[in-house]
């Protein structure tokens, strides 16, 4: 995969800072999570779905930063992947060290077997022993809220990034990638 750069910037401060630039974001996301408990290198991320009826619905979900994409598992009977086969589009709401972000884009269910082999290896280095099982994932256990195995992993493409500094130099922008 190749990196991902955005094709328009718009600054969003009204406090005269400069628009932030992708790449302290996108170093941000490739550091690693702020929160030394989450094992593994996962951001906790909350995921925003619509179910078919067009209710809102979010989920905390652990996610995989790669490539310029977030990748997230989930069973299929999960409130979340019902949704995202219904409509794809959602939202990813992240913290980093010093942006917050909301991410919009779609999120894709994935079988490819060298993405499930290379998501498979980089969950089990972080404590979690996936093993590829068709097109999907499986281990002894997962989070309660994945729903029972196998766990899909699903590819988050981001379209539009919203980001607000939280530490100097502060600013607020909007990015927008290709789709």
Same mark, same amino acid.
């Given at each position: 995969?190749?990196?991902?750069?955005?094709?328009a910037?718009?600054?969003?401060?009204?406090?005269?800072?400069?628009?932030?630039?992708?790449?302290?974001?996108?170093?941000?996301?490739?550091?690693?999570?702020?929160?030394?408990?989450?094992?593994? #290198?996962? @951001?906790?991320?909350?995921? $925003?779905?619509?179910?078919?009826?067009? %209710?809102?619905? /979010? +989920?905390?979900?652990?996610?995989?930063?790669?490539? #310029?994409? @977030?990748?997230?598992t989930? $069973?299929?009977?999960?409130?979340?992947? %019902?949704?995202? /086969? +219904?409509?794809?589009?959602?939202?990813?709401?992240?913290?980093?060290?010093?942006?917050?972000?909301?991410?919009?884009?779609?999120?894709?269910?994935?079988?490819?077997?060298?993405?499930?082999?290379?998501?498979a290896?980089?969950?089990?280095?972080?404590?979690?022993?996936?093993?590829?099982?068709?097109?999907?994932?499986?281990?002894?256990?997962?989070?309660?809220?994945?729903?029972?195995?196998?766990?899909?992993?699903?590819?988050?493409?981001?379209?539009?990034?919203?980001?607000?500094?939280?530490?100097?130099?502060?600013?607020?922008?909007?990015?927008?990638?290709?789709?």
């Open positions: 995969m190749t990196e991902r750069t955005p094709i910037t718009t600054n969003l401060d009204r406090y005269g800072a400069e628009a932030l630039p992708w790449s302290r974001a996108r170093d941000e996301l490739d550091v690693g999570p702020p929160q030394p408990d989450v094992p593994g #290198g996962e @951001f906790f991320v909350v995921l $925003g779905t619509v179910r078919p009826d067009g %209710r809102p619905h /979010a +989920a905390g979900i652990g996610t995989r930063w790669l490539d #310029g994409h @977030f990748y997230f989930s $069973g299929r009977g999960t409130r979340k992947s %019902r949704n995202l /086969a +219904a409509n794809p589009a959602c939202t990813l709401v992240v913290r980093t060290t010093g942006v917050d972000l909301v991410l919009e884009g779609r999120a894709v269910m994935v079988a490819d077997q060298p993405t499930l082999e290379l998501l290896g980089l969950y089990r280095e972080g404590g979690w022993p996936a093993e590829v099982r068709g097109d999907a994932l499986d281990a002894p256990f997962s989070a309660p809220s994945a729903g029972p195995p196998p766990w899909h992993p699903y590819r988050f493409t981001i379209h539009t990034a919203f980001g607000v500094a939280t530490t100097e130099p502060f600013g607020a922008t909007r990015w927008h990638f290709d789709h």
